[in-house]
């Protein structure tokens, strides 16, 4: 297939510029698995769509303060969004200014903190912060949320708690796992009242999660690599809830990368390491049976992902729907949930 069959029109007003006052207040989109029905509802209703056989997946990532202003020793200003951490004072990042600084440039950041960097790998800019503080406690004190580029305003105090989920453990993101932003801690409670198990895996979201394709065959499509960590325990809940009867449900895209990565030998397997995983419409899903998902930006690799997922023409609809019916788009908008899709 080509980009161009992903693309669709949206309504600049149905991009979600602000969370809602409520995690859990978004709609809830519902595509059945054997059929095209369609059902709007609310996102607390997913409660009643879940069995106690079940079981839920969620990403345990932390987004970091990542975006980061400053100035070389020229006095130009520099942006900086970290893309990953190496250690406790290197990363890798993009750097926007006016030009491009050399190998051993200094940069200084707000409230005094300084970077030095050291060269470049690829379009990346390799960094070392310099001082007695760790890069862990210079985020802390300057950094930024690194809100999308679709949300068309600067960083606010609230976002600090709403672009992260109430389960984030694990830190390295630099984007959040945006379908895990409608659970707050009554419907995390409610769901183990029921008795559906839960289950975590890491992937650090990293910014290529909102990198265009730019080839129109997707088979000359480079993926960007991110860190994941599928533990051996969330592969034994994995076969208990297999042997069971219930289902694997993936709360989020980067859920289903990460647990679809860890079964490419055809079987699930506790993994760890880097993965470029580009799934598309004919992609055979080895782990996954249903998942909860935001909508995403037109020509993406995460809207191929969903697509391969529930079917091509299903999902093309369900995109012309909930563009009728008004439903908020991208990162603070509202969910749906898929089965995958039984032809």
Known sequence: ???????????????????????????????????????????????????????????????????????????GKVEILIERVLNDREVLAHM??????????????????????????DDLFHLRFLGEQTLEEILEAVGHMPLPPYIDRTDNENDQSRYQTVFAEQSGAVAAPTAGLHFDDAMMAK???KGVQIAFVTLHVASGTFRPVKVDNLAEHIMHKEFFDVPSNTVHAVQSTKAKGGRVIAIGTTAVR??????????????????????TPGYTFKTVDAMVTNFHLPESTLLMLVSAFSGYERIKKVYQHAIAEKYRFFSYGDAMFLQRFKA
């Not at 992903?6 to 602000?18: G, H, K, W």
């Not at 926007?96 to 005094?112: H, N």
């Not at 860890?262 to 470029?276: F, H, M, V, Y």
């Open 258 to 279: 990460s647990l679809e990565s860890a079964s490419q030998s055809g079987e699930l397997q506790a993994s760890c390491g880097d993965t470029n995983l580009f799934i």
């Open 191 to 193: 769901i183990k009242a």
């Open 1 to 75: 297939m080509k980009k161009s069959d992903f693309n669709y029109d949206l309504p600049d007003e149905l991009i979600a510029q602000q969370p809602l006052a409520e995690r859990s207040a978004s709609r809830l989109l519902c595509l059945d698995g054997s059929s095209d029905a369609i059902d709007d509802r609310q996102f607390t209703d997913l409660l009643a769509l879940l069995n106690a056989d079940d079981l839920l997946v969620l990403n345990n990532t932390k987004v970091i303060p990542a975006r980061l202003f400053g100035h070389k020793q020229s006095g």
């Open 96 to 121: 926007r200014s006016s030009k491009s600084p050399k190998p051993g440039a200094i940069i200084s950041l707000d409230a005094g903190f300084q970077c030095e960097l050291l060269g470049r790998e």
